[in-house]
C-alpha cells in the first residue's frame, strides 16, 4: 500500500504493558514508525519503554485504570486474572484500523465490530498455555494442595477469556511459523506469519572498530525458562573459554552463585552495548526455546554465528545448512551441552553468511509485510 494511501488512516496501537523495551516493544516502535500519529492503548506503563529513534516524538498512551495502583511495577504480574477486565475497559474510538502487539491481552481489545483489527501475536499466553506447569512449579504453587488449586482454577478461567479474545481481531499474524503452531493449537485459528523487524547487519567500518573481546555471549532476560543455566553450567567444564551474560532478572543471584571464574555477569545492558558484546565475541549461544529470538538474529547481523537449541523459533531463523550461520544442540546436559560448545568453538563460520541470512529480518522486510496485511485486511472489511 502506498504511503498516500495510508496517511489520512486513523490507527489505533493496542498493546499490553510498557514496563521495558523488549522485543514486543521493537515492533510497536516499528508500528509507529509506519503510523507515526497513531494513538496508543496499553494496560499501564508509559512511552519510555518504547525504542524509539533519538528524533522521534514519543506518542501518548492511554492506559486502563490499573495505572492507578500505587507501587504497580513491583507486583503487576500477579494482577493477571484481572488483566482481561482492565484490557476490555480501554475505550478505543474514532480510528480506521486498530493493530495490537500482543504476548498476554491485548489482541483481547472490545471494539466495534465494523472496525479492522490486526493482531499481531507474539505467542499466546505462555503461563495459561504450554508453561503452565512450568509456571506453578517454579512458583512453589503446585506443592501446595490449596494455593495450587486456585491457581489452577483461575489458570482455566484465563484461558476460557482468552479462546473468546482470540476470536475478537479480523486477522491474526504470528512472529514464526511456531507461533503459527501454537495458536492454532491453542486458539483454533489460522494465521499469517511475518517476522518482526530485527536491525539491519553492521557495517564493515563499525565492526572494525569493535574491540574484540573473544568470549562467548548469552543476551537474556535471567528467568528460568531461558535455561541461562544450563549454560552456566557447561562453561564450568570449560575453563579455557569464556562466557559474558548480558541481561538481569530475579535468576541473576542464583546464576552468579552456581558460576565458575571463566563467566561474567555485565547486567542489564543497552542496545548499543547489546551490539558491542556481540560484534565482539567468538559466537552467541541460546538454550531457549524461543517463539522468534530476535537476539540470535542480532547476532547474525554482527557477522556473529549462533549455537541455539534447536526448537521453536531457533528452527527458522538460523542456517545450518550451505553457507551457515550456526548450528543446533539438542541436549542441555552440563556435560553434553559443554562438548557442542567446544566443538562449535572449533569451526569456522563466514562473517558475509551469517549477515546474509539476517537479512531477511529486516526492518524493511517487516514494512513491506505489515503493510501488504493492512492492505488486503482493510480491502476485505
Avoid at 49 to 58: K, Q, S
Avoid at 139 to 158: D, E, F, P, Y
Wanted: aromatic letters at 8%; one cysteine or more.
Amino acid at each position: 500500500m502506498k504511503a498516500s494511501a495510508t496517511s489520512s488512516l486513523r490507527v489505533a496501537i493496542v498493546h499490553d504493558w510498557l514496563v521495558a523495551a523488549g522485543g514486543a516493544e521493537r515492533v510497536l516502535a516499528r508500528m509507529l514508525h509506519l503510523f507515526p500519529q497513531a494513538k496508543v492503548y496499553s494496560l499501564f506503563g508509559d512511552a519510555s519503554a518504547i525504542p524509539l529513534p533519538a528524533n522521534a516524538t514519543p506518542p501518548s498512551v492511554q492506559t486502563s485504570y490499573l495505572q492507578g495502583l500505587p507501587g504497580l511495577r513491583g507486583y503487576y504480574r500477579s494482577l493477571a486474572p484481572i488483566m482481561p477486565w482492565a484490557i476490555e475497559s480501554l475505550r478505543v474510538r474514532d480510528v480506521d484500523l486498530v493493530l495490537s502487539s500482543a504476548w498476554a491481552f491485548a489482541h483481547g481489545v472490545k471494539l466495534n465490530p465494523a472496525v479492522p483489527h490486526l493482531a499481531y501475536i507474539h505467542s499466546p499466553m505462555r503461563w495459561a498455555w504450554d508453561m503452565r506447569d512450568d509456571y506453578l512449579a517454579q512458583s512453589g504453587l503446585s506443592s501446595h494442595w490449596l494455593l495450587g488449586r486456585l491457581a489452577r482454577w483461575q489458570i482455566q478461567r484465563l484461558r476460557q477469556w482468552d479462546l473468546k479474545a482470540a476470536a475478537r481481531p479480523t486477522r491474526l499474524v504470528a512472529n514464526s511459523q511456531f507461533i503459527q503452531g501454537r495458536i492454532q493449537r491453542c486458539w483454533q485459528r489460522a494465521s499469517d506469519c511475518l517476522y518482526p523487524p530485527v536491525r539491519a547487519p553492521l557495517d564493515q567500518a563499525t565492526l572494525q572498530a569493535t574491540a574484540p573481546h573473544g568470549a562467548f555471549v548469552t543476551v537474556s532476560r535471567l528467568v528460568p525458562y531461558k535455561r541461562v543455566d544450563a549454560i552456566v553450567q557447561a562453561f564450568a567444564h570449560l575453563p579455557n573459554l569464556q562466557l559474558m551474560v548480558a541481561g538481569d532478572g530475579p535468576e541473576r543471584q542464583r546464576l552468579q552463585a552456581m558460576a565458575t571464574k571463566n563467566v561474567r555477569f555485565t547486567g542489564w545492558v543497552t542496545e548499543d552495548r547489546a551490539t558491542e558484546l556481540l560484534a565482539g565475541s567468538r559466537g552467541f549461544i541460546q538454550a531457549s526455546k524461543e517463539d522468534f529470538g530476535i537476539a540470535a538474529v542480532e547476532a547474525q547481523a554482527c557477522g556473529v554465528p549462533v549455537l541455539a537449541y534447536g526448537e521453536g523459533g531457533a528452527l527458522e531463523t538460523i542456517n545450518t545448512g550451505t553457507n551457515p550461520s550456526g548450528v543446533y544442540l539438542q541436549d542441555l546436559s552440563p556435560l553434553p551441552l559443554a562438548q557442542a560448545i567446544d566443538a562449535f568453538a572449533r569451526r569456522s563460520f563466514r562473517l558475509e553468511d551469517c549477515q546474509a541470512n539476517a537479512r531477511r529480518f529486516s526492518p524493511e522486510a517487516f514494512d513491506a509485510g505489515l503493510m501488504h496485511l493492512i492492505e488486503s485486511t482493510l480491502s476485505a472489511s
